[in-house]
């Protein structure tokens, strides 16, 4: 199958690049980057040098013929490339925020209007694999939903209120360089952001009520000190005390099938690079606490997005996914 990614200079392109080449089925024929249109990719993404000779590209939309498109551009840029792929017959796994959100709940979030607003899968495939199962189009999730929605799932429907924090690595703001993430306000430093107003915090909120839960839902993130990876804890206050037994039992239950999901002591670094997400639950009656671990760049993002291409086209949904961590 022949891929292009839109915005493949940025990190989550990058990672799609170095991903599938391990994909036994894909091929990335399309690396657009409009400023660095003509430069070859392993300049920019050297731990590619040697196993592809791509060439960023800038083509016009409907001149991109391939089998499958990864939009892993800025919210709003993707709404205006979707429709005119999908038009000509490409499947579409969208990496942004354009289409995870009721429009009202996006134009409310994010402030902007939304000129091509339709419905589409929500591409957690542990939760809405049937949807994303052959779908012509995805909606990636954000990666801090992805952890938070995964550690909280088994025992959602118990809760009564659901705090999620977590760390992230800074990787998950893309590689455009802000004071934010500029090395001395990073480096042996956390730091707390958006305490109450991420925009995350809808999608959370959406997952979490689809799940059937009328838990209330709160999240607070941090900035550490680490390139890639998302610790989160969810605190997950019950309707009624749950026996550690009974708490196992339910997490191993809901993932039982699942081959991304393990369940052992999350550290970033074991998920490091991979597609996994790592989950360990520890109950004190009323409050259970449950910890995820992912790498934002994997499974909550282009190991995802990989993931959901070979939901959509009928494939493993293991097939260029099965790397380890990279631990230490
Ligand atoms: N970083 C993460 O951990 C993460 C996790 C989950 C989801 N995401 C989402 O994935 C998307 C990409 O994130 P990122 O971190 O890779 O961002 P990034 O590092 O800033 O890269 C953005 C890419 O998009 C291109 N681009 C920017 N504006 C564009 C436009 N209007 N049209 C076409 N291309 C455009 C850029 O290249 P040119 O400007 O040269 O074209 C670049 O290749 C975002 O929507 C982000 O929210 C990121």
Known sequence: ?????????????????????????AEVTCATSRKLSGTPVAKVHPQVRGLSSLVF?????????????FLAVPHTAAMTYARTLLDHGVRVVDLSAD????R?????????????????????????????????????????????????APLARSAH?????????????GDNPSATTHYPNVGDNVNPYKWTTHRHLAEMRQEIAGLGSDARVY???????????????????????MAQEEVIRRVQEFYRDEFFV????????????????????????????????????????SGQAIQNMNLMCGFDEREGLTGAGLLP
């Open 99 to 102: 289409y995870r959100l009721p």
């Open 219 to 241: 999240f607070t993130p941090h900035l550490v000190p680490v390139n890639r990876g998302i610790l989160t804890t969810a605190h997950i206050l019950m309707k009624e005390p």
């Open 262 to 301: 393990r369940l052992q002591t999350p550290i970033l670094a074991a998920v490091r690079g991979s597609n996994f997400c790592d989950i360990a639950a520890e109950s004190e009656g009323d409050r259970v606490v449950v910890v995820s671990a992912i790498d934002n760049l994997g499974k909550g993002a």
């Open 161 to 173: 209120t659901i705090i999620f924090d977590s760390k992230t690595g800074v990787s998950g703001a």
């Open 1 to 25: 199958m022949e891929i292009a990614i839109i915005g493949a200079s940025g990190y989550a392109g990058g990672d799609l690049i170095r991903l599938l080449l391990a994909h036994p089925r």
């Open 57 to 69: 590209s800038s083509p016009a939309t409907d001149e991109i013929d391939v089998d499958v498109a």
């Open 104 to 152: 009202s709940v996006f134009e409310a979030v994010y402030g902007v209007p939304h000129t091509d607003w339709f419905e589409v899968p929500y591409g957690i495939p542990e939760i809405h694999r049937d949807a994303c199962r052959g779908a012509k189009f995805i909606a990636n999730p954000g990666c801090f939903p992805t952890g938070a929605t995964l550690a909280a």
